[in-house]
């Protein structure tokens, strides 16, 4: 290594000449950004730089491996320097392979005036304590060097560098806030990007020490940002960022890589292994030794597009009331309507019609190749009726559909729906079903003759609402069918749906323990079975139950249950290289917690890896628990649940009464924020005083929330599609809401060490600004999928409710950043350079 010390000590005395001279001031070095007119170098001045310099494109393509690091500061020397020195030459002689780099390190800022040397640099470091260290000749060499191709790494101060210069500032992406803390705190930083160089080694959630920078102006979605801090574990100070708070970025940039930490804020960081390791990937990437993807989360790296357009007056031959969307291996994308029609169609609520909540349940096909939609089927459903009270509106009609994994070749499609021709008006009773159907590819029509029952159960239609809805394959190509509880919203308070009492003829309906709670009912419940050829089904082994339990005083089981104890799942997913299934499920009404029946409503989100019971209605989010009610007075509260050996004591219960333990959920949110906790008291009963609660999830609201549970993304790196998006996003589980307030839009990560067990997720970031939220944008997500091709498909509800209308959409959203960088043809021979 060659270390140009004398430099360093020169130029440090010449600075301090400088602020001697009144040229620059603590004041300005300390700010959050530039305290003067932009000094960045003039076009002119850069092309005359990078005329002179010669730079060869892209920068050291020809030589050894070398780094420089530049180590300069506006006063006194940053104290890591001579640490970050030695780690970066440690580094350049070690690491998994072996890579042999060349580091030089010096203060003097001419080196970026002279052309043929620093033409020989395949990276630069920017060690610096910050302050305006470079002329605008010498920053404009700086320039025209990343113009040519050349690789920048810049850590901790560096942000602080050339403060009053708007390119710089785009090349670090950031500017610290002026009040950032100043102590050394321990802190864990989520790591975000499982794959680029920097980052793919390290832990999930790093724990450790340093000085955490502040942002004025959070630069996410304008740079790829690999990790992130955690300000839950540490404090921020005045100027926090909130939970979306970058501390590691990269991106392509005029020409060349930038990569940015803002870690290393102390000497003892760079005596760290994995710090080292964080350095050692992005040396990789900025000097060409490696590729990587700084691009996967730039905004405008993506584009939105409507790709149905609105109905014709009176008519829905684009699109039904929007309920659910499949992708078919060739591309196409076959979508649901519930069951409502446009305002102008007329809608029965008369118990004494026949045609009471007479609705079509319609199948539309879109594709790809020719852009053009088919209406490929409808059914009659019970399904269109909506707009009054607690007894008026139903949520009920074509639920959910799934292809066959076979599609391809025999072209059968499976249905989740409620048949308008199996109501019964006196009881005020229905079936719901799940059949299949065969399609035809040729003509893009389903055949509503073929159809094959599998699987019929019992549904009450006096009492709104909570009908599920979702279907999923897992690899074995067993079939999950997601129920909702078929209970009444109303008659709690807006807590647990346990209160016994109403009933219509003798059915109850303001009961989950009838439903939901009950091992003897197929509603609330996510099913598992096997369809077999011939339109059957058999049960696969690992169900929560076999149905062959011993009877506890009467109390029967169902072998087609998986999961128990879900209210609404509108939406669930499975990921088919690990199996595990995500399902998210609309919570309760109540705003607020109550000391004296529970938690407030908690939309829910689980990541399952087997079967379980997950609580509802006797609890919710991690174990909370509610109280109990029952008759002779349900307005009285009765003991707590037991989350880990509920009873349901409810004498609408067929089933067990001793049931499963509950499962902690993954996700859950109310509208005081996102996995809100409580201290509990010796028995395990959290306080739910609101003013106690702690949001353990802070990237996440409620408000009037609904979730829409979305799939875990995988690349296809076989996959030559310009749209699919990037490998970041792989083993990511898409996570949303109906609303696009402060409800959640966004990607997670979660623990394989703890995923199934109640873990929260390790990371999340939004996506809002990828898919975008607003009156013009996808305002009411429905549902969402990947397909073949990598890109995504988002359905938007539209503007109102049980019903469709000109905002009710099928969205397409594709990727166009390219690929990774530098170009395969622009890395360094890793051999050659050792």
């Known amino acids: ?254 020409g060349g890589r930038s990569f940015y930490t803002a870690m290393g804020g102390t000497a003892d960081s760079f005596a760290e292994t994995d710090f080292r390791d964080h350095l050692r990937g992005a040396l990789s990437w900025t000097n060409r030794t490696s590729q990587a993807d700084c691009k996967a989360t730039i905004t405008s790296n993506y584009t939105a597009e409507r790709v149905t357009q609105p109905n014709q007056p009176g008519q829905n031959d684009q699109i039904g009331e929007p309920h659910g969307l499949v992708t078919a291996p060739d591309g196409r994308v076959f979508y649901i309507g519930r069951g409502g029609a446009d305002s102008s169609q007329p809608v029965v609520i008369d118990w004494n019609d026949p045609n009471i909540g007479k609705g079509k349940g319609e199948i539309h096909v879109y594709d790809p190749e020719t852009k053009k939609v088919t209406l490929a089927g409808a059914l009659d459903v019970f399904g269109n009726k909506g707009g009054g009270d607690e007894l008026v509106k139903n949520e009920e009609g074509l639920l959910g559909i799934e292809l066959d994994p076979d599609f391809a070749s025999n072209g059968w499609v499976y249905l989740h729906y409620t048949p308008h021709a199996k109501i019964d008006r006196d009881k005020r009773m229905a079936t719901r079903q799940v059949s299949r159907f065969t399609f035809d590819s040729a003509t893009n029509k389903l055949d509503l003759a073929s159809e094959k029952v599998l699987l019929g159960w019992p549904v009450q239609i006096n009492s709104c609402c909570h009908a599920g809805g979702g279907m999923a394959w897992d690899s074995q190509d067993n079939l999950y069918i997601a129920t909702g509880d078929n209970n009444s919203s109303g008659f709690s308070d807006g807590y647990s ?132 009610r029952n008759l002779p007075d349900p307005t009285k509260p009765l003991g707590w649940y037991d989350c880990n050996a509920p009873k349901n004591e409810s004498p609408n219960n067929d089933g067990l009464v001793k049931l499963p333990p509950v499962t902690p959920n993954t996700i859950w949110y109310s509208p005081q924020g996102g996995g809100v906790d409580y201290p509990r008291d010796a028995n395990g009963v959290p306080s739910y005083k609101a003013e106690e609660g702690k949001e353990l999830l802070p990237w996440l609201k409620g408000g009037g929330q609904a979730t829409m549970n979305g799939p875990v993304y995988r690349y296809d790196a076989q996959s030559d599609s310009t749209a699919k998006w990037p490998a970041y996003w792989d083993g990511k589980w898409f996570v949303g809401d109906f609303y696009d307030d402060t409800q959640p839009r966004h990607a997670v990560l979660t623990d394989p060490k703890t995923v199934g067990k109640g873990g929260l997720p390790t990371h999340a970031e939004s996506l809002k600004k990828i898919i975008p939220v607003g009156a013009d944008g996808i305002r009411n997500l429905m549902d969402w999928k990947f397909a073949p091709d990598g890109s995504l498909y988002v359905l938007d509800y539209g503007r109102g409710f049980f019903t469709s209308d000109s905002k009710s959409a099928l969205w397409r959203v594709s990727y166009k950043g390219g690929g990774a960088t530098p170009t395969a043809a622009d890395l360094v021979d890793k051999a050659a350079a050792k």
């Open 1 to 254: 290594m060659q270390r140009a010390s004398h430099h360093r000590s020169r130029s440090r005395r010449g600075l301090a000449a400088a602020v001697a001279a009144g040229a620059l001031t603590v004041s300005m070095l300390g700010s959050g950004g530039p305290a003067s007119a932009d000094t960045s170098p003039d076009r002119a001045l850069v092309e005359k730089m990078a005329t002179t310099l010669s730079l060869p494109s892209p920068p050291g393509a020809e030589n050894q491996v070398k780094v420089l690091v530049f180590h300069a500061s506006a006063g006194d020397e940053a104290p890591y320097t001579d640490a970050g020195i030695a780690a970066i030459e440690k580094i350049g002689l070690t690491g998994p392979e072996a890579q042999r780099f060349t580091t030089v390190a010096t203060a003097d800022p001419k080196v970026f005036t002279n052309g043929k040397r620093l033409g020989s640099f395949h990276a630069v470091v920017f060690l610096t304590g910050g302050g305006d260290v470079l002329d605008p000749e010498q920053e404009a060499g700086l320039e025209a060097y990343m113009e040519a191709g050349g690789g920048f790494l810049g850590i901790h101060d560096a942000a602080r560098t050339e403060p009053y210069s708007d390119w710089f500032t785009g090349l670090v992406g950031a500017r610290p806030a002026a009040n950032s803390p100043a102590s050394v705190q321990r802190a864990t930083v989520e790591i975000g990007d499982r794959v680029h160089p920097a980052t793919k080694s390290l832990p999930l959630e790093w724990k450790r020490p340093d000085k955490w920078l502040n942002w004025t102006k959070n630069p996410s979605g304008d740079v790829h940002t690999v990790a992130r801090v955690r300000e839950l574990t540490y404090k921020p100070g005045a100027s926090a960022n909130g939970w979306d708070h970058p501390v590691s970025w990269c991106r392509d940039y005029d």
């Open 497 to 628: 749906g346990n209160n016994p009492q109403p009933n219509y003829k003798g059915v109850s309906f303001a009961d989950a323990r009838r439903t939901s709670g009950n091992t003897n009912n197929l509603n609330g419940k996510i099913l598992r079975i096997h369809p077999e050829d011939d339109g059957t089904y058999t049960l696969p082994s690992g169900n929560l139950f076999t149905g062959k339990e011993p009877d506890e005083g009467g109390g029967k089981t169902r072998g087609e249950i998986y999961v128990m104890g879900v209210r609404n799942p509108a939406r669930i997913s499975i990921d088919k290289s690990t199996d595990t299934l995500y399902a998210g499920w609309v919570g309760p009404d109540a705003g607020s917690p109550s000391t004296t029946w529970g938690p407030a409503k908690y939309d829910t989100f689980a990541a399952i890896t087997k079967a379980g019971n997950h609580g509802w209605p006797y609890c919710m989010g991690n174990n909370q628990p509610y109280r109990d």
